[in-house]
């Protein structure tokens, strides 16, 4: 059973930074692509960034392009999101997903999400 669990969400104002992490368990990951996905109040769930676990290989939506860096630390099984210049309308509810890659382009796996909140 996968397991995945964000942390690292939190209050911070226009201009700042926060640092966002996975955990990943369950199975072996060489294979997955993971992803960070977002949802604002009343919006759609929308696709942030992503990273091939086997070889790096990042994605990112246009609006956080510049800013924000995915990561992964294979040894602790976990990808990282930092979010810099944040701006008022990155306030969201930031979710973890994973994928088998090989397999399906579906996410299947989703984390329970960490809030992220940033004053104008």
């Known amino acids: 059973q996968v397991q995945l669990v964000e942390s690292g969400g939190g209050l911070v104002q226009a201009g700042g930074s926060l640092r966002l992490s996975c955990a990943a368990s369950?199975?072996?990951?060489?294979?997955?692509?993971m992803g960070w996905f977002r949802q604002a109040p009343g919006k759609e769930r929308e696709f942030v960034a992503s990273?091939?676990?086997?070889?790096?290989?990042?994605n990112y939506a246009v609006s956080v392009k510049g800013r924000f860096t995915i990561s992964r630390d294979n040894a602790k099984n976990s990808v990282f999101l930092q979010m810099n210049s944040l701006k008022p309308e990155d306030t969201a509810v930031y979710y973890c997903?994973?994928?088998?890659?090989?397999?399906?382009?579906?996410?299947?796996?989703w984390g329970q999400g960490t809030q992220v909140t940033v004053s104008s």
């Open positions: 990273i091939n676990w086997s070889d790096g290989d990042t």
């Open positions: 997903a994973a994928r088998d890659a090989s397999t399906t382009p579906r996410y299947d796996y």
């Open positions: 369950g199975r072996t990951f060489s294979n997955y692509a």
